[in-house]
């Protein structure tokens, strides 16, 4: 697994790159049933933010958006990556959306997955969860970190998004390759979620992007990606009706042909 200073990566193939970056208290193995698909046409990239993953830990000040955005950057640049297809999860979206300024030039398309450009709802976003909500993630994180993980990827799914014994566990097989990150690092990464916001930055994306989102998610609501879809001039949105938060793991064939046709759409344009 090679380094770009404090962070480390994951790659395969050759050619026009495609990168992912994952969610909150997540690692770059969480992408592994894109891996093979997207490295036999594409140069696959998959990246552990600071903290996360093999990815060492820089100072909680380092945690929010801007910090995780400062670390897509410094890959990007490290790698001299052009013609780029970004692919954010959740909090990976929000981390690209606020690298976009940066990093626009470099880009042919984004994909946004159960993205929402805030977390917890307001008075002037209210497609977030309930701040009690994750005030109540904060208080399992305090308590036990390991077993408020472990409910937190429980939510990951619908009630019947894993009926099929092996979509369960080649689900599982994923999940148990995804290092638990520090507490300080999941609280950091839980204060940001619950603090911050990107509805400005959403108002700068000019380029080809595609939202995808699980109509079942419970933890970034479908309805911010449908905000996201009226933002974005010419963006396109697809919703995986028996899906929540990660139909790039249960339905990981479906989610692969649309990424592949996204990809290819976003170079037939160069």
Partial sequence: MPFAGHLRYEQQGAGLPVLFV?????????W???RECIAE?????????????????LTVMDAGFQGYA??????????????????????????VLKAYPRLQDRLAGLVLVGATPRFTAADHFPFGLPPKEAEGMRVKLRRNLERALTGFQHNLFADREL?????????????????IPTAPVALAGLEALMDEEVLDDVRRISCPTLLIHGLQDRICLPQASAWLEQMIPGSRRIVYPECAHAPFLSRNLQFNHDLIHFVGACHARD
């Fill in 22 to 30: 994952h969610g909150w208290c997540m690692s770059s193995a969480v």
């Fill in 32 to 34: 592994e049933l894109q």
């Fill in 41 to 57: 046409k594409y140069r696959y990239i998959a990246l552990d933010l600071h903290g996360h993953g093999r990815s060492s830990s």
């Fill in 70 to 95: 400062a670390d897509i950057l410094q890959l990007i640049e490290h790698l001299d990556l052009r013609q780029l297809v970004v692919v954010g999860w959740s909090m990976g979206a929000q981390a």
């Fill in 163 to 179: 009926d099929d014994p092996a979509v369960a566990r080649q689900v599982e097989t994923v999940l148990e390759r995804v290092a």
